[in-house]
């Protein structure tokens, strides 16, 4: 998947890709592992030892976003996934995909 910053992309909220569950979302900023804020490391390397079978051991880049029209923290961060390639932390975790018709789709 290409990486555009101020391109809008889909997210599907805890994984679930349907209709339902797709919200629209922008990507703010690409922060490289180094920049990373301290907080927001603490809470990727939880989210790592806690959801072992979801997230990748190691994240290159952390993607910052913006999920639009739904009342959501400011920011998202997307760090790299095993099957779903880019799954958000925290509280608002769900994948982030390419715009597509969902109806194509078979799988993560």
Sequence with gaps: MELVIGKNYDYFD???ISETRKYDCTLV???????????ILRGWEKEVETSYWLYEKETDVFLKARINGINTPKYVY??????????????FSGVLREKEDITKISSI
């Design 78 to 91: 997307f760090v790299r996934a095993k099957e779903a390639k880019w799954f958000s932390i925290g509280w």
């Design 14 to 16: 805890n994984g679930v």
């Design 29 to 39: 900023d690409i922060i490289k592992f180094e920049d990373i804020d301290e907080c």
